[in-house]
């Protein structure tokens, strides 16, 4: 487990700082400090759970935006906006 904030004491003080590695025995000792909580870094998604993810948004924003016709200059705000919201949700760098 890794530590996702530093850790500080009753007092202020530092205990460990952020990203820490815990141990048995750090989390051993902890009780001592009146520390009945950490705040832990959850593990990063697997490859494949990203790829599901990104899949399932693709197909909502092809269904979300399946009137527009990007060629037509009247869509062209629509088309914009599909692009922006693609960039934000599939994180696919700049907006075309």
Known sequence: MILSDVLLDAHGQVLLPQGAVLTENMLSLMPRHGIAMLPIQAPPPSPEVVA??????SERLAYLF????????????????RNYVTQYRLGTGEPA
């Open 52 to 57: 599901a993810q990104q899949a399932a948004d």
């Open 66 to 81: 399946r009137k527009l016709n990007p060629d037509d200059p009247e869509d062209a705000a629509t088309t914009l906006l």
